[in-house]
């Protein structure tokens, strides 16, 4: 128990999953930066990265070049600020 207890506390209790973090992307950003900053996404497939917090309502969609590395369009939903996008849509 007390084990549990120091590793969530080492750990942080910071949420890596909002607004403001989500706004300091960037067109171009590298998937590991925009892991850095975001956390462990819930789904990552070569041009599309998706991330979700279902008890806040959130959902970040991130779509990339043709090689998968570079940020070309994210978009945020959430009952607060409703959806927000950045970047041309991904031609497909």
Known sequence: ?????A???????????TFERWQQLQGGESKSRIKSLLGRPHYDRDA??????RDRGVAVNLWFDDQGT???????????HG???KGEPPAR
Do not use: H, N, Q
């Not at 128990?1 to 207890?5: G, H």
């Not at 590793?7 to 999953?17: M, N, Q, R, T």
């Not at 994210?74 to 607060?80: H, R």
């Open 48 to 53: 599309e990265m998706t991330y979700v917090d």
């Open 70 to 80: 570079r940020l070309i369009r994210t978009e945020w939903s959430d009952p607060v």
């Open 7 to 17: 590793a969530v506390l080492a750990s942080g209790c910071e949420k890596k999953l």
């Open 1 to 5: 128990m007390i084990a549990a207890v």
């Open 83 to 85: 959806i927000c996008a």
